[in-house]
C-alpha cells in the first residue's frame, strides 16, 4: 500500500467516479462510501507520496487537509556509522505516513559533522522546515529497526576520541535522533541569539532577544507570549540571565524546556548562522505561537512539562560573605545561617564531607543559591523576584570555595546537594504515576466523548520530548531505562524522542525539590537543573463540532 503510485490513486478515483455515475442508487451515500476508501487509501501513503496526492484537485486536497486536522509527531534513531545513511534511514522513518512538518530537530554524536547533518536533513525536507541540529550527550528514542525505546550514551576515553572508535557500552559514536511535528494550530519558528562580541554586555542584549520573541509571536498571535519554546545554548553561554529574563517576560503558562550545554546549528527560513569573527550564535529558540488564523475544525494542543530531580541536600544553610568572580567562576566564603563566623572553603566542604561519612564517593556536589534579583526588561517595569540556581562545587582551599559560573552575590543564602539515584528513581516513579494521572484524564474524557457520540471534550497524547542530565543513564540507576520509562509506560507506541544533555532547561519551583518549605517554595523560581530529567507531553484537545 505504501508503494501505491498518484497514478493508480487517480486510476481508483476514476473508478469510483464510474461505479458511482452507473448506479442508481443514492449517490450521496456512494458518495461518502467512496471517500471514506478514498481517506483509508491517503492516510497510508508516505509523507511525500501523500503531499503529491494532496496536489490532485480539490477534492482531494480536502481529504488529505482532513487526515492532517491533529497534530502529528514523530521520532526515529539511526546508528548507521555512514551519517548520510543515517540521515537517510531517519528520514525515511518519520516521513512513512501522512505528515508537513512544522520544525524539525535533530541529534548527532560526537564524531558527527554538524555541517553536514543539517545540510543533508535540509535537503530532504526542503528549505521552508526550520531545523536545529545539536551534538548531544547521548538520545532517547525509537529504534528505526523495531521502534523500541533505546538510551544511548556517549562517553569516549582520551584514546578514542581521535579514533572514533567504540563506547564503553559498545555503541558506535556515531548515530542520529530526528523528530519532527506538525502542529495545526499553532505557528514555529526559530530565533537565533546573535552576540556582538564588541558591542556592550551580553547581559543587555538578552532584552533583545527577549524581545524579538514578543515581536515575532504578535506577528502570527494575538499575544506576545508564545506557547513556548524549545531552547538550546552553547557551553560557553551561562543561561542564567536568560532564564532570570524569561521568566520575568512570559506567563507561567509559557512553557521552556531545552538544553544548556551543547553545540548546534539552525536554519530558519531566512539564513543559517553559528559563529563570525564579530558574533556568536550563543543560543537560538525553536518558539510555538498560537495561530490568530486558525481554520476552523482545528483543536488545540496543551503542553504538560514534568520533572525528575535527582539530587539531594545535605547540611545546613550557609549565607555568602566575601564574593569574587574570577575565570567566570565564583570565589565565596560563607557563614553559617545560625552564627556570624566566616568560614573558609576547606571548612565549608570538610562540613559536607563530615556530614556524608561513608558515602563520599557521591560524583557530583553543588550548591543551591537562593536569589533575590531586580529584573526588568526593555523599559519594562522592574520587579523583584527570587531564583533558585544551581552551581557546581569546583574546589577549594583554605581561603576560598570555587564554584562554576557567576551571578552569586554576598547575602545569598546557599546549601550544598548531591547527586542521589535514590532520590532520583523516587522522582522518577512520581513522574510516572503523574503521567498516569494524565492518560486517565484523556481515557475518562473519550469515554465522555464516544457516550455522548460527540468530539468534544475528546483528547489524546501524540508525542513527547525528554531532556536528561547526561550524568543519569544506566551507569547512575544501575539499570537500563528508566529516563524514558515514565514516558514509554504509560503511552506505549506514541513517539517521542529525547537527548542526555549538560544543563537540562524546565520552568519549575524551588519546592519541585523539597517540601520542607512549601510557603517559600511555591515563590521560587528554579528553571536550569542538575541530575534531572525534564519531559514535555503534548495533547491535543478535538473541536466541539
Not at 248 to 264: C, H, L, M, N, Q
Request: aromatic residues 8%; glycine residues 8%; proline residues 4%.
Amino acid at each position: 500500500m505504501e508503494q501505491l503510485s498518484i497514478g493508480s490513486l487517480k486510476r481508483l478515483g476514476k473508478a469510483a467516479k464510474e461505479s458511482q455515475t452507473g448506479s442508481g442508487s443514492d449517490i450521496s451515500g456512494i458518495d461518502d462510501l467512496g471517500d471514506d476508501l478514498l481517506l483509508n487509501v491517503l492516510r497510508r501513503l508516505p509523507a511525500v507520496s501523500f503531499a503529491s496526492a494532496a496536489c490532485v484537485n480539490h477534492s482531494w486536497n480536502s481529504l488529505c487537509n482532513r487526515i492532517l486536522s491533529s497534530p502529528k509527531f514523530a521520532s526515529a534513531i539511526s546508528f548507521n556509522p555512514s551519517l548520510e545513511n543515517a540521515v537517510g534511514e531517519v528520514i525515511d522513518k518519520v516521513l512513512s505516513e501522512p505528515i508537513r512538518p512544522h520544525f524539525a530537530l535533530a541529534s548527532i554524536g560526537p564524531s558527527s559533522s554538524l555541517e553536514a547533518a543539517l545540510e543533508q536533513i535540509d535537503r530532504k525536507l526542503g528549505s521552508r522546515v526550520p531545523i536545529i541540529v545539536n551534538i548531544a550527550e547521548g538520545i532517547i528514542g525509537p529504534d528505526i529497526s523495531d521502534n523500541h525505546p533505546v538510551e544511548v550514551q556517549w562517553e569516549l576515553t582520551e584514546g578514542e576520541e581521535e579514533d572514533g572508535l567504540l563506547s564503553p557500552e559498545g555503541n558506535v559514536n556515531q548515530g542520529i535522533l530526528l523528530t519532527i511535528g506538525y502542529l495545526p494550530g499553532l505557528k514555529t519558528f526559530v530565533l537565533p541569539f546573535l552576540f556582538q562580541h564588541k558591542v556592550g554586555p551580553k547581559d543587555f542584549h538578552v532584552d533583545e532577544f527577549v524581545m524579538d520573541i514578543k515581536k515575532y509571536t504578535a506577528v502570527t498571535s494575538d499575544t506576545e507570549s508564545p506557547a513556548g519554546m524549545i531552547l538550546f545554548a552553547d557551553q560557553e553561554t551561562d543561561l542564567k540571565s536568560f532564564l532570570q529574563k524569561f521568566e520575568y517576560a512570559f506567563p507561567k503558562e509559557t512553557f521552556i524546556v531545552g538544553d544548556g550545554g551543547s553545540r548546534f546549528l539552525y536554519k530558519n527560513d531566512i539564513t543559517t548562522v553559528t559563529r563570525s569573527d564579530d558574533s556568536t550564535c550563543a543560543a537560538v529558540a525553536l518558539v510555538f505561537s498560537k495561530d490568530r488564523r486558525k481554520p476552523l475544525g482545528i483543536g488545540e494542543s496543551e503542553f504538560h512539562v514534568m520533572l525528575s530531580t535527582g539530587i539531594s541536600p545535605i547540611g545546613g544553610i550557609y549565607k555568602a560573605v566575601s564574593v569574587k568572580c574570577r575565570n567566570h567562576g565564583t570565589w565565596l566564603t560563607a557563614a553559617r545561617e545560625t552564627d556570624r563566623l566566616q568560614l573558609d572553603g576547606q571548612t565549608i566542604l570538610d562540613e559536607i564531607y563530615d556530614k556524608l561519612g561513608d558515602h563520599i564517593q557521591y560524583p557530583a556536589f553543588y550548591i543551591g543559591v537562593t536569589k533575590r534579583r531586580r529584573c526588568s526588561v526593555g523599559k519594562g517595569r522592574v520587579k523583584r523576584m527570587e531564583f533558585h540556581e544551581f552551581h557546581h562545587v569546583d574546589d577549594a582551599n583554605e581561603e576560598y570555595l570555587i564554584v562554576s559560573s557567576t551571578g552569586i552575590q554576598t547575602g545569598d543564602r546557599f546549601r550544598f546537594y548531591v547527586s542521589d539515584s535514590k532520590a532520583a528513581l523516587s522522582s522518577s516513579k512520581k513522574v510516572t504515576d503523574s503521567l498516569a494521572y494524565l492518560k486517565q484524564d484523556c481515557d475518562s474524557k473519550n469515554d465522555h466523548a464516544d457516550a455522548s457520540s460527540s468530539h468534544c471534550g475528546k483528547r489524546q497524547v501524540f508525542g513527547g520530548m525528554i531532556f536528561s542530565c547526561c550524568g543519569r543513564g544506566t551507569s547512575f540507576f544501575a539499570h537500563p531505562g528508566i529516563d524514558s520509562s515514565p514516558f514509554s509506560t504509560n503511552f506505549p507506541g506514541i513517539p517521542f524522542g529525547g537527548t542526555y544533555c549538560a544543563g537540562e532547561i524546565a520552568r519549575s519551583l524551588f519546592s519541585s525539590y523539597s517540601s520542607e518549605d512549601d510557603r517559600e517554595g511555591c515563590l521560587v523560581h528554579c528553571n536550569q537543573h542538575v541530575f534531572s530529567t525534564v519531559y514535555l507531553v503534548m495533547s491535543y484537545h478535538l473541536p466541539a463540532p
